[in-house]
């Protein structure tokens, strides 16, 4: 670790109503990988916003090479050499990878982009990373993981010195993310100071030097990575310690029955001849990397894409028999007793300008009207009762959504399915963007909701949550099914082996 | 402020509906102030504010619905003077009874709305092109159905059709604000009290996510574009009734008009939020405007650079608003 190259002290910002940042202190040094850590509202994304100029700090000092600054917008920020590589990739997906990192200072001759040289400049900084990409390529046609390398080469092509990572992982596949995490540790080789927000705890274990940490908008305390442990962190980070106990084996019986059963199922290139069973009561991981297919699958199932061919049986609960179904389109589905929590929830789960009553009835208005009328009191009665059962944090039901948590917002959507009474629901990626202390919550919700007879099936990206989770899990690469294992069974290696499989 | 916000009556209505009221009766003052003989002539000028509330109220209250669901139908005013002139044709030149005629006055609305709605939530035609063309259409049909002539429409003198004119007002007794009111009271329960009026407002808001709730979102969002078209035809009524004459190739001017009412009232351009009273009071302020700016001795075309003036300074109110919100 070099000497400090930015200090934040006494960092202060409120909105009408919030105390955003109480005098946060945090510094960073020239090579060192810096972890800024807290739940959801902590304030780490208001703090580095302050840093690069988004907001203005209420009071407060940031020094940076022992220069007291302020930065009014992102471009002053970049500039001087402090780049943010945001969560969500804000690419041009038609542009071309060199165009895109070029973007807003192409290179010119005469009057003309120098289309020749940007393409040179890409490949240097290519080099410079030990990334393979091609700079002619379109955006749109590289997978996540490489049009996250991409953000990346913009941000160091701006001659930076201190680089903010941003939930970098979410959206990445463990070998993606050992590929980021070279690229990281080459970065802070070349003495460069970077900052790194996550929620995941085993990566900041493995890359980070430091750990500051954040709760409700204050500074709780810096450590030495390698000196505390994973529990030192989320103790002070929630204040109590978390998590389910992970699974050893199946909590669902064997013997069972099979109320979903989906036979060669077809749907373009991302679902391939897909089988499986699910049994009442049980929590099937779905396991791959990203681009398995196994969200395709989903939607496939739900009817939320048209499908090929394939057969859908779901047992008829009168008579307790498989019975085929069509599902054409997600109002079938519904009626056959199936739920889809998708993993994008502002764009497909919830709808966040409206209330929490609102979302809450949408999947079955019909319960709860008398003919073409709404009604309004058993709607708010069973909203209620779902807020209390769920631990819903809220003011009331009339709140909108997009006053809540991403952890809040992913129970509307859970109470939305049980309101309908689904008895099959699809989780995919159920605790994505959810902070530590929630994601327990929905574990517990999915475990409750496994043991009084609803059946699961749970789409993960994340290995010790299908570890945590699952009683059976099914693995999916390249738009195939390449495995199925017990949970008694089931190891890290042996899910890996199979989620590869097809991959030369 | 902050307290006579959170006062419970004034958090129904909603706020911004109680700046218009205030508005809406701060323009009337000034009108009667600014403009000599406007106070003194004051029962004329409201009678001709009302008579322009009437049709206009219809349209506006009916693309309050397509506005809701995050689209838009710039064909409403084309539609109204198509729905007219085939009626009118239909009793002039067919000497079809006036009461059928009015009847196929609102069925030609309501073809119009379920030609819109169907094109663009079961062909996925973007709401902009579909109304446009149809706003060519209409404009089309009508010319051509009547040999471009103007239709005329009994009078209040006439023998045995001279009731048509008391549907606006009967002895001096405003029967076209009973019925408007009733209408707008309809359109306010649907929107907020049934299944359609929730969906339109859900799926305006975030459609892809009302889908994924298992919502038959296409059969709603048509429902709203034909209540749309119903509404227009509803509108080309009170037109004929009030002003007994209607002639092909017009009608583009009053989509501005409507969609300015309705855009004021607090119904906003992205879908999923819209006010049934806002829309009635944009549509009050909107006529009294018309009514003043000719009071004032300008003419139509002052009118009309009010009108877009309006229309871009309550989308823009909406806009900021909602930039300021995230």
């Known amino acids: 670790m070099g000497d400090v190259i930015l200090t934040m002290k006494g960092i202060d910002k409120s909105f009408p109503g919030v105390h955003a940042l109480d005098h946060v202190d945090f510094e960073v040094r020239r090579g060192e ?54 969560q969500e990739l804000n690419m041009v997906g038609d542009l071309t990878v060199a165009q895109n990192i070029f973007i807003g200072r192409e290179p010119v001759k005469g009057i003309r982009i120098d289309d020749k040289k940007m393409i040179e400049d890409s490949k240097a900084l290519f080099d410079k990373l030990k990334i393979e990409i091609d700079p002619t390529a379109k955006m749109k046609d590289l997978t996540v993981g490489k049009q996250q390398m991409c953000e990346i080469a913009k941000a160091i092509s701006h001659n930076a010195k201190v680089i903010i990572f941003d939930e970098p992982s979410a959206a990445l596949t463990e070998k993606e993310i050992d590929d980021l995490f070279a690229i990281i540790r080459d970065l802070r080789a070349q003495n460069m100071g970077i900052v790194y927000i996550s929620h995941r705890m085993d990566e900041i274990k493995v890359i980070t030097d430091r750990v500051t940490v954040m709760r409700d908008g204050g500074y709780v305390g810096t450590l030495i990575t390698k000196d505390c442990t994973k529990e ?102 519904v009626k056959a007793g199936i739920g889809y929590l998708s993993e994008d929830r502002r764009r497909y789960g919830v709808v966040v300008g409206k209330s929490i009553i609102e979302n809450s009835t949408l999947a079955c208005l019909e319960d709860y009207s008398h003919g073409i009328f709404i ?104 738009g195939k099914k390449t495995g199925e294992m017990d949970i008694a069974e089931a190891t890290q290696e042996s899910i890996m082996d199979k989620a590869t499989r097809n991959i030369k | 402020m902050e307290k006579f916000k959170q006062n419970p009556v004034v958090k129904k209505i909603g706020f911004n509906r109680i700046i218009l009221i205030g508005v809406l009766i701060l323009m009337y003052i000034v009108f009667c102030v600014a403009i000599k003989g406007f106070a003194a002539a004051g029962a004329d000028h409201l009678m001709n504010t009302l008579n322009y509330v009437y049709f206009l109220g219809f ?42 005629c009015i009847f196929y006055i609102v069925l030609v609305g309501l073809a119009f709305g379920i030609f819109n709605g169907y094109m663009i939530a079961y062909q996925s035609i973007p709401p902009f092109i579909i109304s446009m063309a149809s706003m060519n259409i209409a404009k089309g049909i009508g010319a051509v159905f ?120 607090g119904t906003s351009m992205t879908g999923g939020i819209a006010s049934i009273l806002g829309t009635v009071i944009g549509v009050f302020i909107i006529s009294l405007l018309q009514e003043g700016i000719l009071a004032f001795g300008f003419g139509k075309d002052i009118q009309l650079i009010v009108t877009g003036i309006i229309v871009i300074v309550a989308v823009y109110a909406d806009v900021t608003a909602r930039r300021r919100k995230n």
């Not at chain 1, 103790?235 to 084996?249: A, S």
């Not at chain 2, 809701?68 to 239909?90: E, N, R």
């Open chain 2, 59 to 100: 349209l506006s209250l009916g693309v309050t619905f397509s506005i809701a669901t995050g689209g838009i139908d710039f064909s409403i005013g084309p539609v109204m003077f198509c729905c007219a002139l085939i009626g009118g044709y239909c009793f002039n030149s067919y000497k079809q009874p006036l009461g059928l």
């Open chain 1, 33 to 86: 990988v810096h972890a800024l850590m807290g739940e959801n509202g902590a304030g780490k994304s208001t703090l580095m916003k302050v840093l690069t100029g988004i907001y203005k700090k209420d009071s407060g000092t940031i020094t940076y090479e022992g220069k007291e600054v302020e930065f009014h917008n992102t471009r002053e920020a970049q500039d001087a050499g402090i780049v943010i590589v945001h």
């Open chain 1, 232 to 333: 030192d962190i989320i103790n002070m980070m929630v204040g109590r310690v978390i998590y389910e106990e992970p699974k050893t084996h199946s909590m669902c019986p064997p013997d069972a029955p099979v109320v979903l059963k989906v036979e060669n199922l077809n749907a373009g290139r991302m679902v391939q001849d897909v089988s499986f069973e699910l049994h009442k009561g049980e929590i099937l991981g779905f396991s791959g990397l990203m681009g398995a297919g196994r969200t395709e699958t989903a939607r496939a199932i739900f009817g939320a894409d048209p499908k090929q061919s394939g057969k859908i049986s779901i047992m008829n609960k009168q008579t307790g028999k498989l019975e085929e179904v069509t599902i054409n389109s997600p109002v079938d589905a």
């Open chain 1, 375 to 478: 009604d309004k009191a058993a709607e708010k009665k069973v909203t209620e009762k779902y807020i209390e059962e769920l631990a819903t944090k809220t003011p009331g039901p009339d709140q909108l959504v997009m006053n809540l948590s991403g952890g809040n917002q992913q129970k509307v959507v859970i109470a939305k399915w049980l309101v309908k009474n689904s008895d099959i629901l699809i989780f995919d990626e159920p605790t994505r963007g959810i902070d530590v202390g929630a994601k327990n919550e929905i574990y517990k919700l999915m475990n409750k909701l496994a043991s009084e007879g609803k059946s699961i099936i749970m789409i993960s990206s994340e290995m010790t949550e299908i570890l945590r989770m699952s009683d059976r899990i099914v693995i999916m690469c390249e």
């Open chain 2, 146 to 265: 009547t040999h471009v002539n103007s239709q005329s429409f009994p009078q209040s003198s006439d023998p045995v059709n001279g009731w048509f004119t008391r549907i606006v007002s009967y002895d001096g007794f405003p029967v076209g604000l009973v019925v408007f009111t009733v209408a707008a009271v309809i359109c306010g329960i649907i929107m907020y009290n049934t299944k359609a009026g929730r969906y339109i407002l859900c799926l305006g808001s975030n459609e892809e996510a009302v889908r994924l709730s298992g919502v038959d979102t296409r059969k709603y969002k048509m429902i709203a574009y034909v209540i749309c078209g119903i509404c227009a035809g509803i509108a080309a009524v009170y037109f004929v009734a009030t002003y007994t004459t209607v002639q092909p190739g017009y009608g583009d001017q009053y989509n501005n008009e409507a969609i300015a009412g309705c855009v004021m009232g």
